[in-house]
């Protein structure tokens, strides 16, 4: 059973193929996840930030490898749609860093660290 | 000016603005104070202003389509002379303003039915309702500010405070004004019965104007209810007439180029194949001869509209059985039976002399031009219809009605009530002439009546302004206080006395008396032979006349000469304002002038204008005939003309005019006597008379009589049920229905929303708060852990798609 599942996913991703869309989504995958362990591990606010970031710009790459005319046929591609898609991912991320650094300076202001695990006062 | 156009428009305007009036005050005084908005006592003048200004235009618009309408295109003869004496139907225009509804045959519509009568009836109307109206204006002033009334005594010992109602007053004199148009100028029976009612609701209201007052509202509850008996009877006439003529039009209805559309009441029953003489309709006696009608339409089914007009035919042939008269004779009486109600004839007069409860200008316009008059109008208006048998009926109820009037009229000592007595006693007069024939004498009569005796009850008001009560034993002397009051009202006694120069001219009811006489004198002739109690109809009015002018001159006596009897009231006495006297001037000219005719010479439209030369105008169809009766052949009643021939100068005028100026005479001499030379004493008089003057003291016991046979039954019938039905069955029935219903209730309440309904939320809010409380060890506050599992999470989820994606689901 497992075997036949990782089988398959070898078949999908096969990395001797040119550069396709399966490429991109892989570094999108690495990025994604290191992200993510980022904001697992990190103690430090800013840490956690830059994590955010890996996270959604991974995400962004998966909408610009679907929205490219080079990597699919006409049929399947997203078109601009993928693009301005990551654009308003960008934006968002911007905005949402802005938020977080106030937030992270006030904590800072009242607590004189950004040591997210001293950050508990709303645990239930 | 087209009489045919202009007519109805001038009416119609006369008639809607009194309604408009009462619109008007209706939205403007009495909405507001409703919804609890006090208008300021200064602004209730405008309604009065409003009422009388809509009334005196009414007014105008009337005399206007009298004189320069009517008369130009029908000039006027002397009724004596009436050139053809023919038998037709007189000269009317008919039509309808608004059709109402039509459902099958019943067709209901605001019409009108414009003759002389009517626009006589209009200008009389109007005239005398604009004077009371401006008179009201100076006596009702007291309502123009907080108004204590001394004959209510609340709980605490207190009169009643109360508001002050001008606005009301006249809001509901508008309405009654409208409503007594409506009758006169209606064009259809249907009609009539609603403008009927109209004016009984109007009577309420005014009659009960002191609400507050037990004696105030019994009274305007015994009118209203004393009413609908009679009107019950004419509701059996009205069905009488339309189940068999198939019509409440009095005219024949015409279309845009003359011809006939559809035969009024009138014309089916006094049609010209019949000379114009009653004769019922084949529709009347195929309803009488159901039987025979059925027979014949079994007998020949192809044809059974043909089958039942030989059945009529036939039978009309059949002088053995009168077919078709007792229907008649029914709906007659039945019609007249709501004239009884409305015009206080015996056995319905009870009503009348309560109704004095409403203020002084009420009882002036009840009894004068509005609300009894419609009971003698309707009769003159609806004549044709009344067999001799009916008009039997209606001869004897006036007969009875004038002589026990008199007789109570006698012994009153409430100024108001004396005048009541009266009115209803000269209600029976013209009730009388009516029956015997005399079309002319009874509306003529209605007419003279509604001038003095408006002008009469105005004077009695004048007084009671003055002197702050009822009772005559308290006045006396008043002459030389209120003067205006006094003559004019001495102007109205000699009007109703019926006193004159005989064959010459006189006082206002002179003349229509004298034709009353006059018809009764010509009726007995015609019966003497065949009947034994034609005399009666004469001997008794002429009695009556003696009496009437007995009364009057008593109440004169009484309370204006002599020396005062009441000094404290006598030096409180003064003569009524001008707005007060000015009406009772004018009215004082009508009650001695209404009955003259102007000369043949006379200018234009006044060529031989007289009320009485008006009315002959209007003279039903049929009535010019000597009739006899059918179910009761002894009956004759006799031509109005007859009286009047010049033939009968001897045997009929002289004797009558005589001896109705000596009966009058003789009663003044009488009261005289008794009451202003003081030669007899009325007290020993009345000891001499004990059982007639307890007789007349206590009313003949009328009110008590009902009291016993219909008030106390009915009551204690009323008691029966509440007690027995209402308290024992249907309520027993519904409190056993309670409680089951509680039973079931608690039932329901326990079981159903204590256990089940109740468990259930409280297990689920306990469930909910444990659910809660686990969860919240889950939320550490920290960050990481949080990420962990959005991540561990993520990857579940994951592994689940796959799992499902490529293992179970293939």
Redesign the interface.
């Known amino acids: 059973m497992n075997v036949l599942i990782l089988a398959n996913l070898f078949d999908r991703f096969d990395l001797t193929q040119p550069v396709g869309v399966s490429h991109y989504l892989i570094v999108g995958a690495v990025l994604f996840v290191c992200g993510a362990l980022c904001m697992a591990t990190k103690r430090n606010a800013l840490g956690i930030l830059m994590g955010i970031e890996l996270v959604l710009n991974g995400a962004n790459l998966n909408f610009i490898a679907f929205g490219s005319p080079y990597l699919r046929s006409d049929a399947n591609t997203l078109g601009l749609d993928g693009q301005l898609m990551s654009l308003f991912v960008i934006v968002l991320a911007a905005a949402e860093a802005a938020v977080a650094l106030a937030i992270a300076l006030n904590f800072y202001n009242s607590f004189s660290t950004i040591d997210v695990d001293r950050a508990d006062q709303l645990q239930g | 000016m087209n009489p045919e156009t202009a007519l109805p428009n001038l009416l119609l305007a006369a008639l809607l603005l009194p309604l408009l009036s009462f619109a008007v005050i209706s939205i403007g005084y009495s909405v507001p104070q409703y919804l609890g908005i006090r208008t300021q006592y200064a602004t209730q003048k405008y309604a009065a202003y409003i009422a009388i200004g809509a009334i005196v235009t009414g007014f105008v618009l009337s005399a206007y389509a009298l004189f320069a309408v009517w008369l130009p295109t029908h000039p006027l003869e002397v009724a004596a002379h009436h050139a053809a004496h023919n038998n037709g139907p007189p000269t009317y225009v008919t039509g309808d303003w608004y059709l109402l509804g039509q459902f099958g045959k019943l067709t209901l519509s605001i019409g009108y039915y414009i003759d002389t009568l009517t626009v006589t009836m209009f200008c009389m109307v109007t005239l005398i309702a604009s004077c009371i109206h401006i008179y009201a204006f100076g006596y009702m002033h007291d309502e123009l500010h907080e108004y204590t009334d001394h004959e209510v005594t609340l709980d605490d010992g207190q009169h009643l405070h109360r508001r002050g109602r001008f606005h009301r007053f006249f809001q509901y004199f508008s309405l009654f004004s409208f409503s007594m148009l409506g009758i006169c100028v209606s064009g259809n029976l249907a009609m009539t019965f609603v403008f009927w009612e109209l004016v009984g609701i109007c009577s309420y209201f005014l009659i009960g104007f002191y609400i507050e007052r037990q004696s105030a509202s019994t009274a305007a509850n015994k009118a209203f209810i004393v009413n609908r008996i009679g009107d019950f009877g004419m509701l059996i006439g009205l069905m009488a007439i339309w189940s068999t003529l198939g019509t409440f039009n009095f005219g024949d209805m015409q279309d845009a180029q003359g011809n006939v559309v559809s035969h009024g009441i009138f014309s089916q029953l006094h049609d010209a194949n019949h000379h114009y003489n009653l004769a019922p309709t084949d529709s009347m006696i195929a309803f009488e001869a159901r039987d025979e009608v059925a027979a014949a339409v079994i007998a020949a089914p192809d044809n059974p509209v043909a089958a039942m007009n030989e059945v009529a035919r036939k039978l009309r042939a059949d002088k053995a059985h009168p077919w078709g008269h007792w229907l008649l004779f029914v709906a007659g009486v039945g019609i007249f039976c709501g004239c009884v109600g409305k015009s206080a004839q015996f056995p319905l007069h009870t009503w009348l002399p309560d109704a004095m409860e409403g203020p002084t200008p009420v009882s002036a316009l009840v009894h004068s031009a509005t609300m009894v008059a419609a009971g003698v109008f309707l009769v003159g208006r609806v004549y044709p219809i009344f067999t001799p048998e009916a008009l039997l009926v209606i001869a004897t109820t006036g007969c009875i009605t004038l002589f026990l009037a008199a007789t109570i009229a006698i012994t009153a000592v409430d100024i108001k009530r004396v005048l009541a007595y009266s009115t209803i006693s000269q209600l029976g007069f013209m009730m009388l002439a009516l029956g015997l024939g005399g079309w002319l004498a009874g509306l003529f009569h209605l007419i003279t009546h509604a001038f003095f005796k408006s002008l009469l009850f105005l004077c009695s008001g004048s007084v009671i302004h003055a002197v702050h009560t009822n009772d005559m034993r308290e006045m006396g002397g008043l002459r030389k206080k209120m003067p205006i009051t006094a003559y004019t009202m001495l102007i109205g006694c000699l009007a109703i006395a019926g006193v004159g120069v005989p064959f010459l001219a006189g006082f206002s009811g002179f003349h229509s008396k004298d034709l009353i006489v006059e018809q009764a004198l010509s009726h007995w002739n015609a019966n003497a032979a065949k009947t034994g109690f034609a005399w009666l109809f004469f001997v008794v009015p002429l009695a009556t006349a003696g009496i009437t002018a007995f009364y009057m001159f008593r109440l004169w006596y009484m309370t204006f000469a002599g020396e005062p009897r009441d000094h404290h009231r006598y030096d409180h006495a003064h003569e009524s304002p001008q707005v007060m006297t000015g009406p009772l001037v004018v009215l004082a000219v009508f009650a001695v002038c209404a009955g003259w005719s102007f000369p043949s010479w006379a200018p234009g439209a006044l060529a031989n204008f007289g009320i009485a030369n008006l009315l002959e105008q209007a003279r039903p169809v049929g009535t010019l005939a000597t009739t006899s009766g059918v179910l009761f052949p002894d009956l004759t009643i006799p031509s109005e003309h007859i009286a009047h021939a010049p033939e009968m100068f001897r045997t009929i005028k002289v004797p009558a005019g005589l001896a109705a100026i000596t009966a009058a005479l003789l009663g003044i001499l009488l009261a005289t006597v008794v009451y202003l030379w003081k030669s007899i004493s009325a007290e020993s008089l009345a000891r001499t008379l004990r059982p007639l003057y307890t007789l007349s003291w206590h009313k003949w016991w009328f009110d008590e009589l009902y009291d016993f046979v219909f008030v106390r039954p009915t009551l204690a019938i009323g008691a029966l049920v509440a007690v027995v039905l209402d308290r024992g069955l249907i309520d027993g029935i519904i409190h056993a229905l309670a409680a089951i219903g509680k039973g079931l209730a608690v039932i329901v309440s326990v079981v159903g929303d204590r256990f089940i309904i109740d468990n259930g939320v409280d297990k689920l809010a306990a469930e909910t708060w444990n659910v809660g409380l686990a ?10 852990q949080y ?2 599992f ?2 561990v999470g993520t990857v579940v989820l994951f592994l689940i798609a ?1 799992v499902w994606r ?2 179970v689901a293939g």
Do not use: F, N, P
């Open positions: 969860l919240r060890a889950v939320q550490t506050g920290r960050l990481r990420v962990m959005i991540v796959s490529y293992a």
